[in-house]
């Protein structure tokens, strides 16, 4: 943490509001929306959902510092699907479907490093790790299948920003045609997530659908009564307005840039009863203990809170920190990438990602990741290994999420609760508000897209 009531060496009052915030396309498409609860729960529609997104969409597969040599490589999983990741050049990387052609046993059971090939062992049928067949004992019982055995299948493969995305339809488009101004967005925030240490890395196994974990952190207006410890300034909203960019498989939560004709917001947190509560409500400190940092006499409370967190960042970036904007410390700006990535901008570090897990459509797996700034001219440490926590393994246990381990409580305390609401429910749908709502409105829309149902609203029809 750092020192009490610090100094900038700027004014940040000079820093220029973020010109990026200026390309939007607000506001989302008003109105409420029904989402029938069967898509939460029933296997038709896991099993759609595997047909008609996870074998179509682009997806982050794994970091490529996490398979730093030729030959090392990382499973990948989702829902029934499994993908062997690996690179096979300095620069290069391949994604193969992770079943061999003549039994269809996993060619691998788990990650790897350094492999020369690819072998099967139920037979022993081998592929170097470009693809190509090496070793096919008894080859000549399998007359006639050469076409189908000669290479190993193989998903399209693209890298944004340090992750390795891949898509199992190989007539799908380009990756950079399908995340389109992602990349520019990312820069313009000065926010580079290949520069970047990944710091931590937590699986959670959920027992809820993966669409219901998803929600639940695609809206912050939930905080107001599912973190009732996060307190903000009497009378505190957002004054520029808040909006909801729509950039087609991508969204991105804002403030408008000031000028703006968007209304303002209510706050979502409940009101401090004093300054010096606000401030402490934003640090980790025992509760027999006093917050380390106080109100400073002449200065908000709001902006003590951006100075001390600019001065952390100062000790790993040097003063090239006085080139942010207070937005960018705010943990602000929340995007969802279809259909399960969520990169927030700035520098909160965190990163999500939900998926089904096996063919059990109310169970998931939620990736937790903190990727943090590091320092240019020093060495970066290795990228920290996944620590796994079973379905009944508190989050908590994860000790490195630090104190925000204690906010996943909160928010996955309301998982099972809705996952056996969506089944009582006597409307048979939900219901999702216009403004506050957006980003799960965007998601379902797409999910209707994508999965070829009716747009747009509840059909008690269920799956076409």
């Known amino acids: 943490m750092a020192d009490a009531n610090v100094r900038d060496k700027v004014d940040p009052s000079q820093i220029p509001f973020p010109e990026h915030l200026r390309i939007a396309k607000p506001p989302y498409r008003p109105g409420v929306m029904r989402v029938p609860v069967d898509r939460f729960y029933k296997q038709e529609y896991?099993?759609?959902?595997?047909?008609?997104?996870?074998?179509?969409?682009?997806?982050?597969?794994?970091?490529?510092?996490?398979?730093?040599?030729?030959?090392?490589?990382?499973?990948?999983?989702?829902?029934?699907?499994?993908?062997?990741?690996?690179?096979?050049?300095?620069?290069?990387?391949?994604a193969y479907w992770n079943s061999c052609p003549h039994r269809a046993r996993r060619i691998r059971d788990c990650d790897g490093k350094r492999a020369t090939e690819l072998r099967c062992m139920f037979h022993g049928w081998a592929w170097s790790i470009d693809g190509k067949i090496k070793d096919m004992m008894f080859g000549e019982d399998f007359p006639g299948t050469g076409r189908e055995v000669s290479r190993l299948r193989e998903a399209k493969v693209g890298v944004w920003a340090g992750f390795i995305?891949?898509?199992?339809?190989?007539?799908?488009?380009?990756?950079?045609?399908?995340?389109?101004?992602?990349?520019?967005?990312?820069?313009?925030?000065?926010?580079?997530?290949?520069?970047?240490?990944?710091?931590?890395?937590?699986?959670?196994?959920?027992?809820c659908n993966w669409k219901v974990a998803q929600e639940a952190f695609l809206e912050p207006w939930h905080a107001t009564t599912t973190h009732p410890q996060l307190i903000g300034l009497p009378m505190e909203g957002h004054p520029a307005g808040e909006r909801w960019d729509d950039f087609g498989n991508w969204m991105r939560n804002a403030p408008a840039f000031p000028g703006d004709p968007v209304p303002p917001t209510r706050g979502w947190s409940t009101p401090a009863e004093n300054e010096q509560q606000f401030i402490d409500?934003?640090?980790?400190?025992h509760l027999n203990e006093e917050c380390p940092v106080k109100v400073e006499e002449g200065i908000s409370p709001a902006e003590t809170v951006m100075r001390n967190a600019r001065e952390e960042y100062r000790a790993v970036m040097g003063d090239k920190i006085d080139e942010y904007h207070d937005f960018h410390f705010s943990g602000y700006e929340m995007v969802s990438l279809w259909p399960n990535m969520h990169p927030w901008g700035g520098f909160s570090r965190l990163i999500y990602r939900f998926r089904p897990l096996g063919s059990n459509p109310e169970r998931c797996i939620m990736d937790i990741l903190l990727m943090s700034p590091w320092p240019e001219d020093k060495p970066m440490p290795a990228p920290a290994t996944i620590h796994r926590l079973g379905p009944d393994e508190p989050i908590t246990n994860a000790v490195e999420l630090g104190f925000i381990a204690r906010i996943f409580v909160q928010d996955l305390g309301n998982l099972r609760a809705v996952q056996a609401g969506l089944k009582s429910s006597p409307h048979r749908y939900v219901i999702l508000g216009s403004h506050n709502d957006a980003p799960v409105r965007h998601f379902h829309d797409l999910y209707d897209k994508w999965m070829g149902l009716e747009e747009g609203s509840f059909d008690e029809r269920g799956v076409k």
Not at 58 to 65: D, F, L, S, T
Not at 175 to 195: K, S, T, Y
């Open 46 to 94: 896991h099993d759609l959902e595997v047909e008609r997104i996870w074998k179509r969409s682009w997806q982050w597969a794994c970091r490529v510092e996490e398979i730093p040599e030729i030959g090392d490589f990382q499973i990948y999983e989702i829902a029934e699907l499994s993908f062997i990741v690996i690179r096979t050049g300095a620069n290069s990387f391949k």
């Open 165 to 207: 995305m891949i898509n199992p339809d190989l007539d799908a488009e380009p990756l950079e045609d399908f995340i389109g101004e992602l990349p520019d967005h990312f820069e313009a925030i000065g926010c580079d997530f290949g520069a970047r240490w990944k710091q931590v890395h937590v699986q959670a196994e959920l027992e």
């Open 281 to 285: 409500g934003h640090y980790d400190y």
